[in-house]
């Protein structure tokens, strides 16, 4: 994107991985919410527009949720459900992100839910969001949208982009494999 923008290199993924126990009680009592298939969506383009949809969402769901954890709000660890007044985790910041930007018209298969390890080796949840110009980030704990790469965060795992119940592993530090054959005579 021209000038406020680097580049992202897109994350690469590798094979099928384990649902996160969270969004799997997430799916038990909203299963259209991972029913969704979505195949050969291509990534949303980049555009000055996107840019700042993507900056004025994640500043306005940041500004507008409180930040609770889970057992103070709901009694128990590990609930994934959209802000309950105006309250939530890590993972309510994203499901709001995500429901809001796909009401802005981007694909759900471009928002996609992902689990990270902050510095310190806390899990914690955000959103990616992939572009033409690479996979960019949304944190309730920066308003700054950010490069994949300049979080600070280990990546785990994200939802699969073909399929919101599936989840893929995110293999870092892995260029993409690219690989080519002659054919023999």
């Known amino acids: 994107m ?18 996160p126990i969270g969004h799997y009680d997430f799916c038990r009592k909203a299963p259209a919410e991972c029913a969704i298939r979505s195949v050969g969506v291509a990534p949303e383009t980049m555009t000055e527009q996107l840019w700042s949809e993507l900056v004025s969402i994640n500043d306005h769901v940041n500004k507008a949720v409180q930040p609770v954890n ?9 609930v994934w459900a959209y802000p309950v007044e105006s ?15 796909n009401e802005q018209g981007l694909s ?3 928002l996609l839910i992902t689990v990270v390890k902050k510095p ?3 899990g914690h949840a955000v ?14 704990l920066t ?9 600070g965060y280990r990546f785990l795992k994200r939802q699969s982009t073909e399929n919101t119940g599936r989840w893929v592993a995110i293999r870092e530090g892995q260029a993409p494999l690219v690989g080519s054959v002659q054919a023999t005579k």
Do not use: H
């Open 2 to 19: 021209s000038g406020s923008v680097a580049y992202a290199a897109p994350m690469v993924t590798g094979g099928l991985t384990s649902q």
């Open 70 to 78: 889970d057992i103070d709000l709901y009694g128990k660890d590990e």
């Open 87 to 101: 309250k939530g985790d890590c993972e309510d910041y994203v499901l709001e992100k995500r429901r809001e930007l």
């Open 108 to 110: 759900i298969a471009n």
């Open 120 to 122: 310190d080796g806390e």
């Open 127 to 140: 959103l990616t969001v992939r572009t033409t110009d690479g996979d960019f980030i949304l944190d309730n």
């Open 143 to 151: 308003d700054a949208v950010r490069n994949w790469e300049d979080t």
